[in-house]
Nanobody, 124 residues
Framework: QLQAFGGGLVQPGGSLRLSCAAP????????TGWFRQAPGKEREGVLCLSSSISLTYYTDSVKGRFTISRDNTKNTAYLHMNSLKPEDTAAYYC???????????????????WGQGTLVTVSS
């Protein structure tokens, strides 16, 4: 239901923008979250954007470096990642909570619609 793309290889300190398209519903009415899963680790909540454009960080490790924006004309949300570090390497997933506009908890269980992962590798 969601389509995530834009991953790739980037050097430490670099930037990358991931996209999350929602061809089946209108994204602006729902909370949109980004999650990641590094090799051998559990899935981790990164941050979430509510329908009212309120940002919730699920992990302090990305504060000041990552943010989410949304283009309602394209029905697409974006994860902007700056000052990337090797520990940011992971498969990144976008998700939407189709039951409400506020951001659910960091576990991800409140998000009912998920996209496929897009791999981000931060390495020199």
């Amino acid at each position: 239901q969601l389509q995530a793309f834009g991953g790739g290889l980037v050097q430490p300190g670099g930037s990358l923008r991931l996209s999350c398209a929602a061809p089946g519903f209108t994204l602006q009415y729902y909370a949109t979250g980004w999650f990641r899963q590094a090799p051998g680790k559990e899935r981790e909540g990164v941050l979430c954007l509510s329908s009212s454009i309120s940002l919730t960080y699920y992990t302090d490790s990305v504060k000041g470096r990552f943010t989410i924006s949304r283009d309602n004309t394209k029905n697409t949300a974006y994860l902007h990642m700056n000052s990337l570090k090797p520990e940011d390497t992971a498969a990144y997933y976008c998700a939407a909570d189709l039951s409400r506009g506020t951001c659910p908890g960091a576990s991800g269980t409140g998000f009912g619609s998920w996209g496929q992962g897009t791999l981000v590798t931060v390495s020199s």
